[in-house]
């Protein structure tokens, strides 16, 4: 019974190992597609926990990967110290992880009120150029999310873009997609995006950050489950004869 514990605890160990190569690759997946987005959105809000998180997933998802590697080799040549140090690391990652999903859930409980602090500060920096940030900004979400203007279209009567360029029209980025030959004019309204942009940024956000949020845990999990294996393979070698018997005569490959 204590070889087929021991065995199955191995077996598991390194189909886990396999695992953290396969999540190593998702998660940095992840972080660069957070990382992007907040890139896309970063006009909108000040804070910097969206950054912060993608670039600690990122990291997250490297270390995985010499994890895998370490967890691999030591599982394999029943090397205790290369499992003691998976251990560790593993450890590592998982209180990583843990700080990932508090500022994940820190940062999805003030994205609502940092965006309405700002959003109506870039739209007054709106210009319509694509030589300005804030103007290529607002562009891309209102082209991407379907929206026009802060809580509707009528919000762009009231920037400096609108008063000074006098000519009763929206940007052409409100237009709706399916409307041939549009130019945001307000004659037209029905070509416009009807719902407002606010909204739509700040679901937009708090669903990248529970995505994050759900990753770190389900890794975490994973993680926890690498690490008591590892845990049952060290107490049990240092403690079963028989095992010791059965690595040293080499049946155990």
């Not at 290369?82 to 003030?110: H, M, W």
């Not at 150029?129 to 009567?157: E, F, K």
């Amino acid at each position: 019974m204590g070889q087929c514990g021991i065995i199955s605890s191995k077996t598991v160990l390194v189909f886990l190992n396999l695992i953290f190569w396969a999540a190593a690759g998702i998660l940095c997946y992840i972080g660069a597609y957070v990382f992007i987005t907040y890139d896309d959105y970063d006009h909108f809000f000040e804070d910097i926990y969206t950054f912060i998180s993608s670039m600690v997933i990122i990291a997250v998802g490297t270390l995985l990967f010499v994890i895998g590697f370490i967890g691999c080799c030591a599982t394999i040549r029943e090397s205790r110290c290369g499992l003691v140090t998976f251990s560790a690391v593993l450890l590592l990652v998982f209180a990583t992880e843990v700080v990932v999903v508090v500022l994940g859930y820190i940062y999805r409980a003030k994205v609502e009120a940092v965006v309405n602090h700002s959003i109506q500060k870039v739209y007054n920096e709106y210009k319509g150029t694509n030589t300005d940030a804030p103007s290529r900004a607002i562009d891309y979400v209102q082209r991407q999310l379907h929206c026009c203007g802060i809580h509707n279209y009528s919000d762009w009567m009231n920037t400096h873009w609108f008063i000074e360029s006098k000519n009763n029209s929206v940007p052409v980025s409100c237009c709706k997609p399916t409307i041939s030959n549009c130019t945001g004019t307000l004659m037209r309204p029905g070509d416009l995006y009807p719902e407002g942009c606010e909204v739509l940024v700040v679901k937009k956000l708090k669903d990248i950050m529970l995505y994050v949020i759900l990753a770190a845990l389900t890794f975490a999990a994973i993680q926890m489950l690498g690490l008591l294996c590892a845990c049952v393979v060290l107490c049990r070698r240092g403690h079963d004869p028989a095992y010791e018997l059965l690595v040293s005569t080499g049946i155990d490959a």
